[in-house]
């Protein structure tokens, strides 16, 4: 699969996991909402329950920037399947300024932020490389 299909493929999913690595190596993998300008993937914290504010997935970028995020489709129809993922380095922003554009882009896609904005931080992947595959 070409990078430009790939990153198109990506962009339109709703959903995809984020897939991080502490300074030990120890993997951790999350779902995550998503907006994308280019080559760049944003996500911020919100306001759904969550056990700590602490969370491993901004610990462990703070630690290892690494980053891989992988969105999906899958169908029971094998011929429509597809997979993309984009390898690259992340980080943490926490200044309402630099925070402003990635969360008005996370509010028009998912209606939900218009209502209740996520407080942040957000994370920032500069995308490398985007590999995938497809069925057809």
Do not use: C
Not at 23 to 37: L, Q, Y
Not at 65 to 91: C, E, F, I, K, M
């Amino acid at each position: 699969m070409r990078p430009a299909e790939a990153r198109r493929l990506f962009g339109a999913a709703r959903v995809a996991r984020l897939a991080t690595t502490s300074a030990s190596g120890e993997p951790h993998i999350v779902p995550f909402t998503f907006a994308m300008d280019g080559d760049l993937i944003y996500s911020a914290v919100d306001a759904k329950p969550k056990s700590t504010t602490n969370l491993k997935r901004l610990r462990n970028i703070r630690e290892n920037p690494n980053v891989t995020a992988l969105a999906d489709h899958y169908s029971d129809d094998w011929s429509s399947l597809w997979w993309v993922r984009a390898d690259g380095q992340a980080q943490v922003i926490e200044d309402p300024d630099d925070m402003a554009r990635p969360l008005r882009l996370l509010a028009g896609r998912y209606t939900q932020y218009v209502a209740s904005p996520p407080g942040g931080p957000v994370i920032v992947i500069q995308v490398d490389r985007w590999t995938g595959w497809s069925a057809t």
